[in-house]
C-alpha cells in the first residue's frame, strides 16, 4: 500500500477509517414534545429548528462602528482578492498533498 499511496489515495482513507476506533454519528434526537427522533430526515429537521431558533436576524442599521487599528499603513484596509479556478484546483491539490503527507508518516512509525 505505501509504495502506491500517490496514485491510490482511496485505499489509504478506507485503511486509516478502518483504524479509527470511534465512528461519530448524530442521533437519535429528542424532540420539544419529548418523542425521539431517529429518522434521518426527522433528525435534520429537528437540527434546522434548533439552529434557527438560537441564531438572530441582526438589525443592519444599527451596527456599531470600530476604531481604526492601524492608520495609514499597508494593513489599514483590505484589499481586493481574486480567486479563479486554477488558484482553488492548486490550493486543493497543496491540502490534498498535505494530508496524505501526514497519513504516510503515522504509517511508517
Given at each position: 500500500?505505501?509504495?502506491n499511496?500517490?496514485?491510490?489515495?482511496?485505499?489509504?482513507?478506507?485503511?486509516v477509517?478502518?483504524?479509527?476506533?470511534?465512528?461519530?454519528?448524530?442521533?437519535?434526537?429528542?424532540?420539544?414534545?419529548?418523542?425521539?427522533?431517529?429518522?434521518?430526515?426527522?433528525?435534520?429537521?429537528?437540527?434546522?429548528?434548533?439552529?434557527?431558533?438560537?441564531?438572530?436576524?441582526?438589525?443592519?442599521?444599527?451596527?456599531?462602528s470600530?476604531?481604526t487599528v492601524a492608520?495609514?499603513?499597508?494593513?489599514s484596509?483590505?484589499?481586493?482578492?481574486?480567486v479563479d479556478h486554477?488558484?482553488?484546483?492548486?490550493?486543493?491539490?497543496?491540502?490534498?498533498?498535505?494530508l496524505?503527507d501526514?497519513?504516510?508518516?503515522?504509517?511508517?512509525?
Amino acid at each position: 500500500m505505501a509504495a502506491n499511496i500517490k496514485n491510490d489515495t482511496k485505499s489509504l482513507c478506507a485503511y486509516v477509517n478502518s483504524r479509527c476506533k470511534s465512528k461519530v454519528r448524530v442521533g437519535p434526537l429528542v424532540a420539544d414534545n419529548g418523542n425521539i427522533v431517529a429518522d434521518a430526515e426527522d433528525m435534520s429537521e429537528q437540527l434546522n429548528e434548533y439552529f434557527t431558533s438560537v441564531f438572530t436576524t441582526e438589525n443592519l442599521s444599527s451596527i456599531p462602528s470600530t476604531d481604526t487599528v492601524a492608520k495609514d499603513n499597508e494593513y489599514s484596509f483590505l484589499s481586493d482578492i481574486e480567486v479563479d479556478h486554477a488558484v482553488v484546483i492548486n490550493w486543493q491539490v497543496f491540502v490534498q498533498t498535505r494530508l496524505l503527507d501526514q497519513m504516510i508518516s503515522l504509517l511508517e512509525f
